[in-house]
């Protein structure tokens, strides 16, 4: 009775914007609602404002990097590149992941030690290997002395040029980034939409996924919608097989021994490989999450080569053969006493393999295709 209550204000709601954009309303198909913070209501204008600042290379020790050299939208929003190259050609240890989505995932980073877009936001400007500066105030300083930003910032915050703080800036950068969202993939049309969008070896393929893959236990899709992530982290047996049982005691130890600094954190995993490849364990310390990384969405996924954390697998074949031998890339590789229990070899047969590539590419947003 109340299921059907509720099914039935739904629809009630669901008729009521009489004026709604249908065109957009196909692009967010199989995505979920939106949670978007009290404190940062999305406005027209912090959207703008949010645009601009993530385009502008001013705000970079050499005024040649801004966010969106690393997440290009017409590159699915990342670089393409196996790890980041920031300021001075400098290269981090880390794949960029793409920002179209972002602002579902419950934590920011491969490791989550961002709680949210606000608070990611303000660290690639300080990365050494990013943006390269030293704090914040340069951006503080660039924008005061733009008529346009001081513009900007009085219609959209209400601020005077004094007034503008570093939060005003990565509320209306997250602001943007909320705006970024890309479903409508073939697969949303046919699983969520009953249209008939996906050929045989697509197909075949959702049932490897689902099925003798086992990928959906980590990349989740639900009733009503699929973001392809649990939002939690698991150590699937990439990066940590080059590190030495040796390299991990000593730098476990130390990490256990510091008091937790989250902008320390931020600057050892892109300047340092060794570090970088705690994963998540950096964050929490907790032994079992060593090596531990974020699941990533796969939606547009067919738009973001490399793959993994420290981009080490080039394509989605590469990526399968992985999971199918059990999370080694390489058979010869040390044992990993860290490795998910959901990661075992598959012995998947050519065709699964095959099939489940074909599926993965079938999750594209065409709105995001059309920007490539
Ligand atoms: C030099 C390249 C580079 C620049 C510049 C850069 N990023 Fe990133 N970005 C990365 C890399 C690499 C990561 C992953 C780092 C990690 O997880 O430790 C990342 C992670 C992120 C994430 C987390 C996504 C997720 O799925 O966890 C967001 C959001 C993001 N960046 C937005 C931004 C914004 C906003 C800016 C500008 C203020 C910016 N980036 C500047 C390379 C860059
Ligand atoms: C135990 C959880 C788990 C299972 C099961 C799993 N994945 Fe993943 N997947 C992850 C995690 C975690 C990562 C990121 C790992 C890293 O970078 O170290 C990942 C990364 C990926 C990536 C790269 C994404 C990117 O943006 O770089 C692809 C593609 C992928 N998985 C596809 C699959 C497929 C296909 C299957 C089934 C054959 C599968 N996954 C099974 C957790 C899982």
């Known amino acids: 009775m109340f299921l059907q209550l509720g099914s039935l204000l739904a629809a009630l709601l669901f008729a009521l914007p009489a004026v709604a954009d249908t065109k957009e309303d196909a692009n967010l ?31 970079s020790s050499t005024g040649k990097i801004s966010c969106a050299t690393c997440h290009e939208p017409n590159k699915g929003f990342t670089d393409r590149l196996a790890v980041s190259k920031g300021v001075n050609g400098l290269t981090g240890t880390r794949s960029s992941p793409t920002v179209a989505n972002a602002a579902f995932s419950t ?27 030293a704090n914040h105030e340069p951006i503080l300083k660039t924008i ?43 697969f949303d049309r046919w699983y969520y939409g009953g249209e008939n969008t996906l050929n045989a070896a697509e197909k075949r393929g959702f049932q490897a996924f689902i099925g003798n893959g ?16 649990d939002n939690k982290f698991h150590n699937i047996g990439v990066g940590i097989n080059k590190m030495k049982q040796a390299d991990i005691d000593r730098l476990s130890k130390e990490y256990l021994r510091a008091q937790y600094d989250q902008n320390e954190v931020d600057k050892k995993a892109l300047t340092d490989e060794k570090s970088s490849e705690l994963g998540r364990f950096a964050v929490t310390r907790y032994i079992f999450e060593m090596g531990g990384f974020k699941t990533p969405t796969l939606r547009n996924i067919d ?28 058979p010869k590789e040390v ?32 709105k995001l295709v059309a920007k490539k």
């Open 29 to 59: 198909l199989g995505l979920p609602a939106l949670k978007v913070p009290a404190n940062n209501p999305i406005t027209p204008e912090r959207v703008t404002l949010g645009q601009r600042l993530y385009n502008d290379t001013r705000f």
């Open 144 to 186: 005061r002395e733009d008529k346009a930003y001081v513009d900007a910032f009085k219609k959209t915050f209400n601020l005077e040029p004094n007034d503008i703080k570093i939060q005003h800036v990565t509320q209306a950068i997250a602001t943007f980034e909320r705006t970024q969202l890309f479903g409508g993939s073939k």
């Open 303 to 330: 738009l973001t080569a490399p793959y993994m954390h420290d981009g080490s697998l080039k394509t989605l074949d590469e990526v399968v053969e992985h999971y199918n031998l059990g999370g080694a890339s390489n």
């Open 214 to 229: 086992r990928c959906v236990s980590c990349h989740v899709i639900e009733q009503t919608q699929a973001l392809f992530t």
């Open 107 to 133: 934590t920011q980073f491969w490791d989550g030690r961002s709680p949210d877009l606000e608070d990611q936001a303000l660290h690639p400007f300080t990365n050494p290997v990013e943006m390269g500066l």
């Open 335 to 366: 044992i990993n006493p860290y490795l998910s229990g959901g990661i075992r070899p598959l012995n998947l047969t050519a065709q699964e393999k095959k099939d489940l590539v074909a599926f993965m590419k079938a999750l594209s947003s065409p």
